[in-house]
T-cell receptor
Framework: KNQVEQSPQSLIILEGKNCTLQ??????????LRWYKQDTGRGPVSLTIMTFSENTKSNGRYTATLDADTKQSSLHITASQLSDSASYIC???????????FGAGTTVTVRA | ETGVTQTPRHLVMGMTNKKSLKCEQHLGHNAMYWYKQSAKKPLELMFV???????ENNSVPSRFSPECPNSSHLFLHLHTLQPEDSALYLCASSQFLAGGPGEQYFGPGTRLTVT
């Protein structure tokens, strides 16, 4: 079983609406959690990074939250735009380990 | 072009062909990685190089052969591939081996189709 589970697998939203993506992990010992955005035909690009002590971090219209106690994170997209159509990947790092644990991603489609 | 570049971007090859994927990073990083990305699946780590030395071979079949001539270049030599090897192959680099706050920077990938 993968140590990083994302939901939903995919979603479709109308332009201007908000959406929230979920990430649950079992990785331990926890170091940090990143959300990556991967546009079609491109490599993943980091949106946010959160360490154990951080609860919320924003990057423009993207807001990530972390609950290290329940091992859950979310990525909220506000006022979605067509350019937000992409796959969003949750990636968790383990302390003193270069291997990353990847979720399978959530595919977001924004429609006009 | 800055960051991490990969060539070719698309590759179609038969099962008996031999081809190579190339990755170059312009970030002055010391660690480089090959990943395989299949549809609806998490990225799979294949190989890791740190200061040109291979530190990880994640049980990858021998039909995939990596080469790292220097810290800026990484190759993946392919031969006698199977249809199930069709995937997006991503190269990444990081300042040092990841873990802690270090970020991996990804290239655009090579879309490989094995016929």
């Amino acid at each position: 079983k993968n140590q990083v589970e994302q939901s939903p697998q995919s979603l479709i939203i109308l332009e201007g609406k908000n959406c929230t993506l979920q990430c649950n992990y079992t990785v331990s010992p926890f170091s940090n959690l990143r959300w990556y955005k991967q546009d079609t035909g491109r490599g993943p690009v980091s949106l946010t990074i959160m360490t154990f002590s951080e609860n919320t971090k924003s990057n423009g219209r993207y807001t990530a939250t972390l609950d290290a106690d329940t091992k859950q994170s979310s990525l909220h997209i506000t006022a979605s735009q067509l350019s937000d159509s992409a796959s969003y990947i949750c990636v968790v790092s383990r302390t003193n380990d270069y291997k990353l644990s990847f979720g399978a991603g959530t595919t977001v489609t924004v429609r006009a | 072009e800055t960051g991490v570049t990969q060539t070719p971007r698309h590759l179609v090859m038969g099962m008996t062909n031999k081809k190579s994927l190339k990755c170059e990073q312009h970030l002055g990083h010391n660690a480089m990685y090959w990943y395989k990305q299949s549809a609806k699946k998490p990225l799979e780590l294949m190989f890791v190089y740190n200061f040109k030395e291979q530190t990880e071979n994640n049980s990858v079949p021998s039909r995939f052969s990596p080469e790292c001539p220097n810290s800026s270049h990484l190759f993946l030599h392919l031969h006698t591939l199977q249809p199930e090897d069709s995937a997006l192959y991503l190269c990444a680099s990081s300042q040092f081996l990841a873990g802690g706050p270090g970020e991996q920077y990804f290239g655009p990938g090579t879309r490989l189709t094995v016929t």
